[in-house]
């Protein structure tokens, strides 16, 4: 966004603070304990120890993503749109945690999940108007989001009726 007389490390650093916010609330809801070690999960689910890299991998690209397409807006309300969009998949995130970890409650996770698919696809498309590379490096999480759909779907099927 040099065009709105932004440039420099700043508006990376707000991008990997918020991230890292984000990763670090949801990890501290992400309990691996009796209870969801107790799930039933498909066969193709990834081993627990790579759920850590992978939304490590995940939060960086969003956040390098949403910083280029950021910088390539041409106008402080466009700003200010991909500003709330990356703000918005923070929260449904968070929201994620709680409601499958904390609230344990995979059912109501499944249908957030959804939400936060099309909110992800909607960040994407957005970014994707100004920035092609933006939108490319939000492709790995909008990837890492529809598995996280499927196995929280299917972790529901095997083992619902949740209450």
């Known amino acids: 966004m040099t065009t709105l007389g932004r440039a420099g490390i700043f508006p990376v650093a707000i991008a990997a603070v918020a991230a890292t916010f984000v990763a670090i609330v949801g990890a501290t809801m992400t ?14 689910a990834p081993p627990d120890a790579l759920y850590g890299v992978a939304w490590t991998l995940v939060f960086a690209t969003t956040a390098l993503g949403s910083v280029t397409a950021w910088r390539a807006m041409g106008s402080r309300a466009a700003a200010d749109w991909l500003i709330g ?20 409650r995979p059912d109501l996770a499944a249908i957030e999940v959804i939400v936060l698919g099309i909110s992800v696809l909607g960040l994407t498309l957005f970014a994707a108007r100004y920035s092609r590379m933006g939108a490319m490096l939000l492709l790995p999480y909008l990837g890492w989001v529809l598995l996280a759909g499927a196995l929280n779907w299917e972790i529901v099927r095997l083992n619902g009726p949740f209450v």
């Open 85 to 104: 969009l990356f703000a918005f998949n923070g929260f449904l995130n968070i929201l994620w945690s709680l409601l499958f970890f904390r609230l344990q």
């Open 31 to 44: 309990d691996l304990g009796p209870w969801y070690r107790a799930l039933a999960k498909p066969d193709w």
